[in-house]
């Protein structure tokens, strides 16, 4: 026993009467307008305390830690566990199909970013908002689903107890992140000048990533230095600094500090 996930976890899955998941595997290629009731929770306890439970989504690719998340969060008495998955593509059908409150989505999906299968999940159901569940903490990872859309980030090793508390203040509307995001959110914060970079005009051809991607080059931030703050490759980082230089009709990048100092003056005049 010592080999399976969910440590805290895996004793309430014993004897656990939930219907394991009877379909393979690996992804369906096509989905049937009504997805496979194998997924599903029981539909009379479903139909019965839908209007007082939150609804949830269970997506794990190991079995054993689905099975008993699934089983303790029935046991909580606070959630309706609508369906269980284990690949991507299960995930966002199901989650397209039964929007959910919540989906509970562990950060490791055979062979696709967990990240991707985030931002899929809430462009198909945006009023579904999606914590995201990882074996170990990693700053990276969570600041990179927060950016793709997650409103909460917990990790394998809590207990049951803690899990169901985070998921409840992420259903009151709220967010759940580390405390070393947290701190790295407070730090960036406490480096934004007031006035000047971080101004925006109300009217811009620039998306927001090319905003921050523009900030750091007129604090003087080389394109490693962007690449480490926004937790994006080199090369993106060069393909956003030449949107910004081409939709600003400058050819440089002091040319393009030049041009938004003219832009931020026009806000404040």
Request: with cysteine; net charge negative; charged share 25%.
């Amino acid at each position: 026993m010592s080999n399976v996930p969910y440590g805290p976890l895996t004793k309430m899955a014993t004897g656990c009467t939930l219907a394991a998941m009877s379909h393979p595997e690996p992804a369906y290629t096509q989905f049937d307008p009504a997805p496979p009731l194998a997924l599903v929770e029981d539909l009379d306890d479903l139909r019965v305390t839908s209007v007082e439970r939150v609804r949830i989504l269970v997506a794990d690719a190991a079995p054993l830690a689905r099975r008993a998340l699934t089983d303790a969060l029935r046991l909580d008495g606070a959630f309706t566990v609508v369906g269980q998955s284990a690949t991507a593509v299960e995930t966002v059908e199901l989650a397209r199909h039964y929007r959910p409150a919540l989906v509970l989505l562990a950060t490791v999906v055979p062979e696709v970013d967990a990240v991707a299968v985030c931002e899929r999940i809430i462009e198909s159901s945006p009023q579904t908002r999606v914590v995201m569940l990882a074996t170990v903490a990693d700053l990276d990872l969570e600041m990179r689903a927060v950016r793709a859309g997650a409103s909460g980030f917990v990790v394998k090793s809590d207990d049951i107890e803690s899990i169901g508390r985070a998921l409840s203040v992420v259903t009151a509307g709220h967010a759940i992140i580390s405390p070393e995001l947290t701190a790295v959110l407070v730090e960036r914060l406490r480096r934004t000048p007031a006035g000047g970079t971080g101004t925006r005009p109300v009217k811009s051809s620039l998306t927001d990533r090319e905003w921050e991607v523009l900030d750091l080059i007129c604090e003087g931030a080389t394109t490693r230095d962007i690449a480490d703050t926004l937790y994006l490759s080199p090369e993106t980082v060069n393909s956003h600094a030449k949107s910004v230089l081409k939709k600003l009709d400058v050819h440089s990048r002091a040319a393009a500090v030049e041009a938004v100092s003219v832009l931020r003056g026009e806000v404040f005049s």
